[in-house]
């Protein structure tokens, strides 16, 4: 997909956010600029995901300093689907380390498609990275828990702790997705064969999709967001969520991987770490200043929510947040 960035100047920042009301009317733009954009389809490969209303629409920025800018839909909830991989990796580093979870799950994109069974082969049985299916599947089964019911609700309490509220799971998107996950069980089994796996790959699945079916809004992915941004302390209730070093992982690792075999475009055009999903979320992190959360079902080809893209990618701009980008330093006249 053509972002189409050419008539957006860039704006070069290293510090903090502008002052609360150009936030606010930056994010106003962003809304009103992409709003009428109609390109794209939904999701049909879930059921669930197929009744998606294409008009929905919601931007929303969270900064570190705990400011809430808004615009759209962004309090309609969908299921946060692949998103949330960022966030259980988190978790999966904390209780284990980055070494083990480096040398388990992997760093590198694979450059395939996130459900890709060819690349575990290719790659001797090794994911990856913990953003493609194989990878985050190899990811979910190293959550801490002596059942299944247990992994799930250390997942459940730990993405809730991200989001700042308690979240629920979705409950027909669930059973929607565990009709039709065929895919993610034998990539399970596969992983299995090669140790990758050590649990049940039926159960790792199960606990997968679930995480996948939580329900989320626009807000709660900028909010999830910022704590990544923060640090690993969620700007609105003041808690530790997660390390420094584990955000500094995530954040990293989603540079490299967090939009498939896109990612280096993404990269290249907008200068963030991001995840995205196929019901048509996507959260971006900018370090130091704020999380965006962005809201609408009308996905590209590689299942990028194409609103998304391109609200993100004003924002980015015009709110200075590309950590790629500078400004020449102000040096005084004689001192070199």
């Known amino acids: 997909m053509e972002l189409r960035l050419g008539d ?5 920042s290293t510090g903090d956010l502008p002052e609360w009301n150009e936030v606010d009317a930056l ?20 059921p669930a995901l197929a009744e998606a209303d294409p008009e929905r629409f919601g931007v929303c920025v969270v900064g570190t300093d705990g400011g809430v800018h808004s615009s759209g839909d962004t309090q309609i909830e969908f299921s946060i689907q692949s ?26 994109n694979s450059g395939a498609a996130f459900n890709s069974v060819i690349a575990i082969e290719l790659n001797d049985g090794h994911p990856m990275n913990p953003m493609v299916n194989a990878g985050a599947i190899a990811t979910t089964a190293l959550v801490p828990g002596a059942s299944a019911d247990e992994r799930w609700d250390a ?28 895919r993610n ?3 399970a089994r596969l992983l299995a064969s090669y140790g990758r796996v050590e649990l049940d ?27 990544l941004a923060d640090g690993g302390i969620n700007p609105l209730t003041g808690r530790r969520v997660v390390p420094p070093g584990v955000c500094r992982d ?38 130091g200043k704020c999380g965006i959360g962005v809201f609408s079902p009308l996905l590209d080809s590689a299942g990028n929510s194409i609103r998304g893209q391109l609200a993100t990618a004003y924002l980015s701009r015009v709110l200075g947040l590309n950590i790629f980008a500078s400004a020449a330093h102000s040096r005084q006249k004689g001192l070199f």
């Open 155 to 182: 997942v459940l309490a730990g993405l809730s702790e991200f989001a700042g509220r308690q979240l629920e799971l979705d409950d027909a998107v669930y059973r929607s997705e565990s009709e039709s996950n065929q």
């Open 83 to 108: 998103i949330s991989k960022a966030f259980v990796y988190a978790l999966a580093c904390q209780e284990l380390g980055h070494e083990l979870v480096r040398e388990r799950v992997g760093v590198n």
């Open 250 to 287: 995530t954040l990293a690792v989603l540079s490299a991987t967090g939009l498939y075999e896109r990612s280096g475009e993404w990269l290249f055009e907008i200068g963030l770490p991001a995840k995205s999903g196929v019901s048509g979320g996507i959260v971006s992190i900018a370090p």
């Open 27 to 46: 994010v106003e733009a962003a809304y009103r600029r992409y709003r009428s954009v109609g390109d794209g389809a939904v999701a049909d490969y879930i």
């Open 8 to 12: 957006v100047s860039q704006e070069v």
């Open 201 to 227: 790959p039926d159960e790792v699945v199960d606990v997968y999709t679930k995480q996948c079916s939580l329900k989320v809004d626009a807000r709660d992915l900028a909010i999830m967001g910022a704590t």
């Open 185 to 187: 069980r034998a990539i």
